[in-house]
């Protein structure tokens, strides 16, 4: 296959470029920094200029023959949420999201991708309690819920064009970044605990499984629409921290009160303090295969 990447230097981007080259497929990635994406990449990475994503399309010659597009740009979510930090996370996910798509459908047909499959997160559900959620929920309206919507909705618009799968990613477990990254500190010095009591569910899955599941996403003609990427036991947080706890040898008895995180994170604290008890169906449906479908070993895998 030939794969087009976008934010294929980040977390989850630079692990599916090199699943993709370790099989043997053609990679592109468009960057901002071609040079750097090289660097980072590997010289034998295509990589093509968008410097301004949510002003401009992506040079078309980059797509045109692709097989299938992989759309993972968006600002981190983990920050204070300032009214600017709030925009720049809306507009870089839903705008770059329109430009690809009017890129993709000006192709002509026979040279234009056959699947889109492009980024979303479990956060579309917005908060719940206890109950377990697939594709069928609505999408809730909180801040995150909204973002999740909006961006879904820009990759819908290539629908009438190519196949457009929208894997909703929950929180991804790696040592090198996102969530786990800035849970290590306190556990590694045994200060780590369960958050605003912990009952909260995560929605967590291995790096490896979520790439697995993006490929799986870009191949398969069944897959198309919302898609969880999220393992298939959830656990709340108390069980995670538990879990994390065991894997580091460390006790993971202290709580962290909801009040220290709102005023340490804001508006933001609302992801860890609430959460979504989400369950993979379509994913199972289509025949995926967890390597990590349980906690502990998905944490042990993690941080080898």
């Known amino acids: 296959m030939r ?25 592109v990635a468009l960057t901002r920094d071609p040079d750097r994406g090289r660097e980072v990449l590997g010289r034998d990475v295509e990589c093509h200029a968008w410097p301004e994503p949510k002003r401009s399309q992506p040079p078309g010659a980059a797509l045109e023959g692709a097989d299938a597009v992989i759309h993972l740009l968006g600002e981190p979510i983990a920050q204070r949420w300032t009214r600017e930090a709030k925009r720049e996370i809306l507009d870089s996910r839903v705008l770059p999201t329109r430009s690809l798509v ?34 069928a929920a609505p999408a809730g309206d909180d801040f995150l819920a909204v973002v999740a919507a909006s961006w ?45 009591g912990g009952r909260q569910y995560v ?41 994390l706890g065991r894997v580091l040898h460390r006790p993971a008895v202290m709580p ?24 993979p169906t379509r994913l199972l449906e289509l025949g995926f295969e967890f390597e990590y479908a349980e ?10």
């Open 3 to 27: 794969v087009v990447v976008t934010g294929a230097t980040g977390l989850i981007g630079a692990a599916v470029v090199g699943a993709l080259r370790d099989r043997g497929d053609e990679v």
């Open 102 to 135: 009017a890129a993709l459908t000006a192709l002509p047909e026979g040279r234009r991708p056959s699947a889109l499959v492009s980024q979303s997160a479990t956060g579309f559900y917005g908060p719940h309690g206890d109950e377990p959620i697939d594709e």
């Open 152 to 196: 879904e909705r820009e990759a819908e618009a290539a629908q009438s064009a190519l196949r457009v799968a929208l894997p909703r990613t929950g929180v991804v477990l790696a040592s090198d970044g996102g969530a786990l990254t800035k849970m290590l500190p306190p556990f590694r010095l045994g200060v780590g605990g369960p958050v605003a």
């Open 203 to 243: 929605p967590w899955i291995h790096r490896d499984d979520a790439v697995a599941a993006l490929l799986l996403c870009a191949e398969d003609e069944r897959a198309s629409g919302p898609i969880n990427l999220s393992a298939p036991h959830p656990v709340t947080n108390a069980e995670l921290s538990h879990a």
């Open 256 to 279: 962290v009160p909801a009040a220290a995180l709102k005023l340490l994170y804001g508006e933001m604290a609302a992801t860890v303090l609430t959460g979504q008890r989400v369950v």
């Open 295 to 304: 906690l502990e070993p998905a944490l042990q895998a993690a941080l080898r």
